[in-house]
Nanobody, 122 residues
Framework: QVQLVESGGGLAQAGGSLRLSCAAS????????MGWFRQAPGKEREFVAA????????NYADSVKGRFTIFRDSAQNTIHLQMNSLKPEDTAVYYC??????WGRGSAYDYWGQGTQVTVSS
């Protein structure tokens, strides 16, 4: 089992930045590919970003490419999502997820966190 806990959400102004973190516990964090998803009110959950087990490859949704960066801190068993140039449409609950090998855009991840709210004001 892997337990995931997100943090770092909050309120930001358009154009501002936030850094989300996802702390993992349980099985070896370094054995899992990780992803970030988000769900806005009244909308379906959507893919944001993912990173491979090694951290050498990343994948981003077109809507966040060039603004968001996903990276691993293996020493802290944590992944981060650095969000810059935030827009009101980035407002959502953000979830991290883990899978032994999958790092795609679908929802095939085995483990999910509880989410952290991000609100971007215009």
């Amino acid at each position: 089992q892997v337990q995931l806990v997100e943090s770092g959400g909050g309120l930001a102004q358009a154009g501002g930045s936030l850094r989300l973190s996802c702390a993992a516990s349980g099985r070896t964090f370094g054995d899992y590919a990780m992803g970030w998803f988000r769900q806005a009110p009244g909308k379906e959950r959507e893919f944001v970003a993912a990173i491979t087990v090694s951290g050498s490859n990343t994948n981003y949704a077109d809507s966040v490419k060039g603004r968001f960066t996903i990276f691993r801190d293996s020493a802290q068993n944590t992944i981060h999502l650095q969000m810059n140039s935030l827009k009101p449409e980035d407002t959502a609950v953000y979830y991290c997820a883990a899978h032994r090998t999958y790092w795609g855009r679908g929802s095939a991840y085995d483990y999910w966190g509880q989410g952290t709210q991000v609100t971007v004001s215009s």
